[in-house]
């Protein structure tokens, strides 16, 4: 029997973002089993590290799966964003509990799509994408994975101003390159999601207070930042 399409990872794979001209907020993941017209399993966790996915979203999984012997056609994983940008990011242990995860998917799954991680990533720019990223590469390898090459996403309408967590055009953008990866696998793809959305309430004035309000919250985030380096000087000092 195939599920479907089976996903673990943090906030952006369960659907976190920004609501954009009316269209609505769901997960890369979930777009990209509406353009495969199969089943969504979804297991993802809002914060997760690598180590939650491995060590609760998985067993999550299996205690609470109804069809423990199915396999699913598309095993996901976009995970490690939570990871590079914390101070004590630990690549040596951050493959391992990677490595596991794709290792269950590989075994379950027809196919794994597993993602990198944007280089312009957070601010202040997480330190660790990298070797995150490194480590992402040599396990889709040793497992036979696929990628989805997110490493140059971060475009002004698909990326909030925290640089982390894609706006719901950014989630249709994410599956739509996720679709195209599979299609050239072999998988058939039924619909494009870009083709199931319709922007709303799209006038100049509206664009413009869009803009400033990202403006603003840029600024606003650079303050906080700036407060928060200053602090913490003061207090080394």
């Known amino acids: 029997m195939n599920a479907g399409v089976l996903a673990f990872g943090d906030s952006i794979t369960n659907g976190g973002g920004e609501l954009q001209w009316g ?3 769901q997960s890369w993941a979930l777009w990209t089993a509406r353009g495969l017209g199969l ?50 990011f630990d690549a040596a242990a951050f493959e391992p509990a990677y490595a596991s995860v794709a290792e269950f998917l590989a075994a379950r799954c027809d196919r794994v799509l597993l993602v990198t991680l944007p280089e312009d990533l957070g ?45 719901a055009f950014g989630q249709v953008w994410i599956a739509e ?33 869009g803009d400033w309000t990202y403006v603003y919250r840029a600024l606003r985030l650079r303050a906080l930042d700036a407060a928060g380096r200053a602090r913490r000087l003061a207090r080394g000092a």
Not at 160 to 167: G, L, Q, R, Y
Not at 177 to 204: E, F, K, N, Q, W
């Open 39 to 88: 089943p969504y399993t979804g297991y993802a966790v809002d914060g997760a590290r690598v180590e939650h996915v491995a060590s609760v979203q998985v067993p999550a999984f299996e205690a609470r799966t109804a069809l423990p012997e199915a396999r699913y056609a598309v095993g996901c994983l976009y995970a490690g964003v939570n990871d590079v940008r914390a101070p004590d």
């Open 123 to 167: 601010r202040p720019r997480a330190g660790g994408v990298e070797a995150g990223n490194a480590a992402i590469l040599r396990v889709a390898s040793a497992v036979g994975a696929l990628v989805l090459d997110l490493r140059s996403f971060g475009a002004r309408n698909l990326v909030m101003v925290d640089h982390v967590h894609p706006t």
């Open 177 to 209: 390159r996720a679709l195209d990866v599979l299609a050239a696998d072999g998988l058939d793809v039924r619909v494009r999601p870009s083709t199931l959305i319709t922007p709303g309430g799209y006038t100049p004035l509206r664009a413009l207070q």
């Open 23 to 25: 269209v609505a907020l």
